[in-house]
């Protein structure tokens, strides 16, 4: 299977063998993305096969490149649940809202999706160790499935910046964690210099390009729930991985032949963390990082989004568009989804409900088109931002007439 693969430079288009050992491009530097022949695939793709199969990442298989099925370390991630939330409209407007519920998966967020597959390559390839730097959710993830491949791990966290729900899942997993004095940029700047220098760790954030192959199975599974494609995907935007994993799952979609549409992709960052809007608004090709970015949504704080240029390339070829939030807006948000119906999301996937709400108002979404939010991961993520927005509980004395007195009934 691996001659319907090969490995591109989004930059200069020179091509590697898709069992290479690589993580950028090396003749120029540039961003590797996995590229298929749909031509050839679509004659092994079998969509009545699919719906055969059990709901989650492996359903969509020949999409995804890993050769040798012993080597697949999965514990069912993906087939997350694709909400319509009717209680919303009310106070948003849409019609046809949706939340795709990524905190569903084992480690309660979409990265399981890239690890089962960045793991699986790693064990493929060879490898005895993994290591990435993160804000917590991606360190979770290859915790979590290093573990289970019997694999070494190691990550690089921001020092103080972690909530932590997704720490001690980290520390839970057995991996080995180095709080870095510093941002998550310069975490992940270390990490990549690391695994380039010592050639017995795999490197496992989104710069790898088989974590994009599994995070892209998100767009085939919102394909296959709705039975078409949305008008829109409204996303939180950190490292800038997902959206581009979303977008390259779309493309494929209508590469195979199964659609035309493609959806609009908006991207939603924190205000204090938000390099690629600045670069949308000014209609420029190259971001200018923020040197200490800062937000509330831990999770998306990031200054220098290492796939910065293919999200704009997201945003920019589906005609949709980037915009910032402020953090008042996510943690307002954070509640109102709560409330209205029924899910507890992190802050950073907050965010997208904020920036829908943002895009229906300033009149870019229109209210009768089908819009999907990500919501990138559950809120016992980072329960300590609860504590601290909402009403704490009442401690009274267990007898009824206090209990009515306090609940005026
Ligand atoms: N939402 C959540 C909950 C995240 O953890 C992240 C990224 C994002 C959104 C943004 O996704 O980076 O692909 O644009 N978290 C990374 C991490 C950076 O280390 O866990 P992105």
Same mark, same amino acid.
């Given at each position: ?19 290479? $050992?690589?993580?950028?491009? %090396? ?25 055969? !199969? ?15 099925? %012993? ?85 690089? *966290? +921001?020092?103080?910046? &972690? ?8 520390? &839970? ?32 954030? %989104? &710069?790898? +390009? ?19 494609? +949305? ?28 659609? @035309?549409?493609?959806?609009?992709? =908006? ?9 690629? $809007? ?7 090709? &190259? ?28 945003? !920019? ?23 209205? @119906? ?13 920036? *829908? ?12 088109? *089908? ?6 991961? =559950? ?6 931002? *609860? ?13 009824? @007439? ?8």
């Amino acid at each position: 299977m691996d001659e319907y693969f090969d490995v591109r430079c989004i930059d200069c288009g020179q091509s590697y063998g898709v069992n290479e $050992v690589l993580y950028t491009c %090396s003749r120029c530097g540039g961003l590797l993305e996995i590229r298929l022949d749909a031509g050839k695939l679509s004659s092994i793709v079998d969509t009545r096969l699919w719906c055969r !199969r059990p709901f989650n990442v492996w359903r969509y298989r020949e999409l995804l490149p890993i050769f040798d099925d %012993s080597k697949i370390v999965s514990m069912g991630e993906g087939g997350t649940r694709l909400l319509r939330c009717r209680n919303l409209t009310r106070i948003i407007g849409l019609e046809n809202l949706y939340v795709k519920c990524e905190g569903d998966n084992p480690t309660a967020s979409f990265k399981d999706r890239g690890m089962t597959v960045g793991v699986s390559k790693a064990l493929e390839l060879g490898f005895k160790a993994t290591l990435c730097a993160s804000t917590g959710n991606t360190a979770a993830s290859l915790s979590a499935y290093s573990a289970r491949a019997g694999l070494k791990c190691y990550v690089l *966290v +921001p020092a103080g910046k &972690v909530a932590v729900g997704k720490l001690s899942q980290a520390m &839970v997993y057995g991996a080995k964690v180095l709080a870095i004095r510093g941002n998550f940029d310069l975490a992940l700047k270390t990490a990549i210099q690391l695994c380039l220098e010592d050639s017995g760790i795999y490197l496992l954030n %989104s &710069v790898n +390009p088989f974590r994009i192959e599994g995070q892209k199975t998100a767009a085939l599974e919102i394909f296959d729930q709705l039975g078409f494609n +949305p008008d829109n995907i409204v996303i939180p935007v950190g490292n800038a991985g997902n959206i581009s994993a979303y977008w390259k799952g779309f493309n494929e979609i209508r590469m195979l032949g199964l659609t @035309e549409e493609l959806p609009r992709m =908006h991207g939603v960052q924190a205000k204090g963390a938000n390099p690629l $809007v600045k670069a949308y608004r000014s209609m420029s090709w &190259v971001i200018e990082p923020i040197e200490n970015p800062e937000t509330i949504a831990t999770a998306i704080r990031i200054g220098s989004p290492v796939s910065w240029k293919k999200a704009l390339r997201a945003v !920019r070829e589906s005609g949709g568009s980037m915009i910032d939030v402020s953090d008042e807006e996510i943690l307002d948000a954070q509640k109102l989804i709560a409330r209205m @119906e029924g899910l507890f999301v992190e802050p950073a996937s907050a965010a997208s409900i904020a920036g *829908v709400r943002r895009l229906v108002e300033d009149g870019v979404i229109d209210r009768d088109e *089908v819009t999907v939010c990500i919501a990138t991961g =559950h809120g016992l993520k980072d329960p300590e931002i *609860v504590l601290k927005i909402c009403e704490s509980p009442i401690e009274v004395d267990p007898n009824l @007439e206090d209990l009515r007195r306090i609940l005026m009934i």
